[in-house]
């Protein structure tokens, strides 16, 4: 059974800071990984999609890299903001049905202006 | 609107009743997925509907759930003799086509069981 664990479970940096969120899974038979935004109340935003084959994904300051051999992944945020508060979570798509996402229970960000 | 729209936002019932909560995918998507997101527990996956297929019901914690999705668009995830356990956020999203694309999510329906 894959699992999908984040660490750390909250982080809290200055303004500005570059700062990386971990992802780990047991099972390195994946088909894609997301990496999701959530606000409190809200519900999900995609952020970005690795496929299996890819090693990387950006997007405007966020980085996310894939390292499927050792099932890890990290994303990147650089030169933080006080609008990027919010809980980070990361799922993998694996098992049978490859929509099936499992995820993390994710990371809460705080930016300190 | 163009994103995942779910009703009510809100739910509060008392243990017993039956309830229903309504998911309307993005126009064009033809994946649909139900998950349940609880203290302790994180997003758990519930049901998937991918067009005219028969859905995926593997995640769905007992019988007394159960979902369905009219015309390839709406869907309805009921729970009948709701128990306090049932209590947590109830999210829908929806994908054009399946794997390998970006799940959508809408804000969710919280459920509260009195």
């Known amino acids: 059974k894959q699992e999908v664990t984040q660490i750390p479970a909250a982080l809290s940096v200055p303004e500005g800071e570059n700062l990386v969120l971990n992802c780990s899974f047991t099972?390195?038979?994946?088909?894609?990984l997301q990496w999701f935004r959530q606000d409190p109340g809200k519900g999900l935003t995609s952020l970005l999609l690795?496929?299996?084959?890819?090693r990387e994904q950006t997007s405007g300051r966020l980085n996310a890299s894939l390292d499927k051999s050792s099932g890890r992944s990290t994303l990147y945020i650089a030169a933080s903001q006080p609008g990027d508060s919010a809980t980070y979570l990361c799922?993998?798509?694996?098992?049978?049905?490859?929509?099936?996402?499992?995820f993390g229970k994710g990371t809460k960000l705080s930016v300190i202006p | 609107g163009a994103g995942v729209s779910q009703s009510p936002s809100n739910k509060v019932t008392e243990k017993g009743k039956d309830v229903e909560l309504r998911c309307d995918p993005i126009?064009?998507?033809?994946?649909l997925y139900w998950y349940r997101q609880s203290l302790g527990q994180g997003l758990e996956f519930l049901i998937y509907?991918?067009?005219?297929?028969?859905?995926?019901k593997s995640g769905l914690p007992s019988d007394r759930f159960s979902a369905e999705r009219t015309g390839g668009s709406v869907s309805t995830l009921t729970i009948q003799r709701t128990q306090q356990e049932d209590s947590a956020v109830y999210l829908c999203?929806?994908?054009?086509?399946?794997?390998?694309?970006?799940?959508?999510f809408g804000d969710g329906t919280r459920l509260s069981i009195l």
């Open positions: 126009s064009g998507h033809t994946a």
């Open positions: 099972d390195s038979a994946i088909y894609n």
């Open positions: 690795i496929q299996s084959s890819q």
């Open positions: 999203a929806s994908s054009f086509l399946g794997s390998g694309q970006p799940q959508h």
């Open positions: 799922a993998v798509a694996s098992g049978a049905g490859s929509y099936q996402l499992t």
């Open positions: 509907f991918q067009g005219n297929s028969a859905p995926d």
